[in-house]
Nanobody
Framework: QVRLVESGGGLVEAGGSLRLSCAASGTIVDINMMGWHRQAPGKQRELVAYITSGGSTDYAVSVNGRFTISRDNDKNTVYLQMNSLKPEDTAVYYC???????????????WGQGTQVTVSS
């Protein structure tokens, strides 16, 4: 069983910063891609950023230059540093990870429960 737990959400004023963390625990042999998605009220869930096991990253256009994704492979943790936050960044942020719990090369996607980020204007 694999579990992802996010932390670091909250309320911040426009222009402020927050740092989200997501720790994976359980039976884990390897983690491939780790990422962050978000879902605002009335909107579909969208990809914010992802990072591969080798450290390659990609970002949504709306956050490029303001958000930075990173990971600590020893801690099975992914981070999202969010700077210059805007009211339109308000959403529930979910982390996800492709995890292999066995030595068989197969990966399964797992999701966290989400953490609320609210940016006031």
């Amino acid at each position: 069983q694999v579990r992802l737990v996010e932390s670091g959400g909250g309320l911040v004023e426009a222009g402020g910063s927050l740092r989200l963390s997501c720790a994976a625990s359980g039976t884990i042999v390897d983690i491939n891609m780790m990422g962050w998605h978000r879902q605002a009220p009335g909107k579909q869930r969208e990809l914010v950023a992802y990072i591969t096991s080798g450290g390659s990253t990609d970002y949504a256009v709306s956050v490029n230059g303001r958000f930075t994704i990173s990971r600590d492979n020893d801690k099975n943790t992914v981070y999202l540093q969010m700077n210059s936050l805007k009211p339109e960044d308000t959403a529930v942020y979910y982390c996800n990870a492709e995890v292999s719990p066995f030595y068989d090369g197969n990966y399964t996607p797992y999701w966290g429960q989400g953490t609320q980020v609210t940016v006031s204007s």
